[in-house]
């Protein structure tokens, strides 16, 4: 399997849609920590989804998805850029014993979604929608449905290798829009899409078995790899916003401050002298994410 994505539309009709498979990104995510299997699959499915909301919304920047949970899993989040660099992370009770077959839902209890864009220019956007759904899917598209008032359906799938997603979305009625019925249609036929089929079958198998008696117009598909954007000055950032009494603090105990991505494990080491550096600067902003 290609780690890609892949968008295509229905002609004459107001319908498009986006079809994602990884293997190798999702593979870079999982060898980082040793993972409970229900928290390996929500992290697929997460991924998948990631990559579906920034071909989706074309923004020059990073798109964070994120579930805040309040039992069990605390966090769980993906994170996806124009250049196709994809990287998740969990956070949960490591003494706490998951059923395998755990919906999202019963990991995280009553939690939320929050889908952040963060553009390289501009302000950040944050959307944040209750989790009243047990499955990722049903959640995102209850967002579109509130934040964006676009008609939205998704397929997301992931068995501990292997991640895939499907979506479809109806965009508002133009001139270009001749076939009414073809929302319903194409929805109908997605809906027999199965969770095998959408792991193993090439992309372009998946849409000639769902979407052959359709005029679908498909687009060159885009790669997709594992990435992480962290970066010594983004930390340095980060440690910035703790201010001065806490850092000299830190130093006083440790002598130096040592630190990780969470993401990929990227050792950083910041000495004494890197410390009061970091509080002479001027006023730094926050991060998004590290």
């Known amino acids: 399997m290609n780690d890609e994505i892949q968008r295509f539309l229905f002609d004459d009709t107001n319908v498009r849609g986006e079809i994602v498979q990884l293997e190798a990104a999702y593979g870079e995510v999982l060898a ?3 993972y409970p299997a229900p928290i390996r699959h929500q992290l697929g499915e997460l991924l998948s989804a990631v990559a579906l909301l920034t071909e989706t919304v074309k923004l020059d920047g990073t798109v964070s998805l994120e579930v805040r949970g309040k039992q069990g899993v605390d966090v769980l989040m993906a994170e996806s850029n ?67 008032q676009l008609a939205t359906r998704l397929w997301l799938s992931a068995d501990g290798q292997r991640s895939a997603g499907l979506l479809l979305q109806q965009l508002p009625d133009d001139a270009s829009s001749k076939d009414p019925d073809a929302w319903d249609r194409v929805v109908h036929l997605a809906a027999t899409i199965t969770a095998d089929e959408m ?19 498909v687009f ?23 201010g001065a009494d806490e850092l000299r603090s830190i130093l006083n105990e440790q002598k130096a401050v040592d630190t990780q991505c969470h993401f990929c494990h990227t050792q950083y080491h910041f000495s004494a002298a890197d410390i009061e550096a970091i509080i002479d600067s001027p006023e730094a902003p926050s991060p998004t994410l590290h």
């Open 32 to 34: 980082r920590q040793d």
């Open 82 to 148: 124009p250049g196709g660099q994809l990287r998740a992370i969990a956070r949960y009770d490591e003494n706490q014993i998951f059923a395998d077959d755990a919906s999202l839902r019963q990991l995280v209890g009553d939690g939320q979604i929050v889908i952040t864009l963060d553009p390289a220019e501009g302000n950040r956007y944050q959307g944040i929608v209750a989790l009243e759904h047990d499955q990722l899917a049903g959640c995102l598209e209850a967002y579109f449905a509130q934040s964006e």
């Open 199 to 217: 792991l193993t079958l090439p992309a372009q198998d998946v849409l000639y078995r769902l979407f052959h008696e359709e005029t679908t117009r």
């Open 220 to 242: 060159d598909p885009k790669a997709l790899a594992f990435g992480c954007t962290c970066s010594r000055e983004r930390i340095a950032n980060a440690l910035h916003t703790f």
